[in-house]
């Protein structure tokens, strides 16, 4: 479907998966839900949006809320935008704001094994933590309960948020050489 925002073309979005099932009321789209193996890719407008480069994304389930601009991506969760990757159990979009917000969620059926909140930028290791919130405008983000390596160590925090792609601010942290939690 075509993106628009006050008559104004602002990009298109195309998803697949195996099941998607459209909601409307009064002759309006109000919601589309993927089930299976749901995935997408949004190409923005980028003489007309502050997002610059495609966003691909999949889930379990993928549930759009049109008027709200909000997406809910469910199991198995994963963002791809420039050179960033965010995967989570679940990802929640905020399409006005640009925010993403990820949580971790339990996911199988016999084996039930948690997909807690990764975040890599780059060549960069990896983020982990309980919660994150990232701005795909901004390319800045905050981490809770976090932990990274970093050349020589390895660092555990309450609170990382980004400045840059090199810069990190850290409340309550720990650093240490040890692996060992």
């Known amino acids: ?4 925002d006050d008559s104004l073309f602002q990009g298109i979005n195309t998803t697949s998966g195996d099941t998607i099932s459209l909601q409307f009321v ?3 789209l109000q919601r589309i839900l993927v089930l299976g193996g749901a995935r997408g ?5 980028t003489s007309r949006s502050d997002i610059e480069s495609d966003i691909e994304y999949s889930a379990q389930t993928i549930n759009y809320f ?7 991506l469910i199991s198995e969760a994963q963002v791809d935008y420039d050179d960033v990757s965010l995967s989570a159990g679940y990802i929640g979009v905020n399409w006005q704001s640009n925010l993403l917000d990820a949580l971790p969620i339990a996911v199988g059926d016999t084996t039930s094994r948690e997909i807690t909140p990764t975040l890599k930028e780059g060549d960069q290791e990896p983020i982990i933590g309980d919660k994150m919130q990232y701005n795909l405008q901004t390319e800045r983000g905050k981490i809770l309960h976090g932990k990274t390596i970093a050349e020589d160590g390895y ?5 990382i948020r980004n400045e840059s792609k090199k810069v990190f601010y850290m409340k309550k942290s720990v650093y240490t050489t040890c692996s060992l939690d």
């Open 1 to 4: 479907y075509h993106v628009f």
């Open 26 to 28: 009064d002759q309006e």
């Open 41 to 45: 890719t949004y190409s923005p407008d």
């Open 66 to 72: 049109i008027p709200k601009e909000t997406t809910m």
């Open 155 to 159: 660092y555990t925090s309450q609170d």
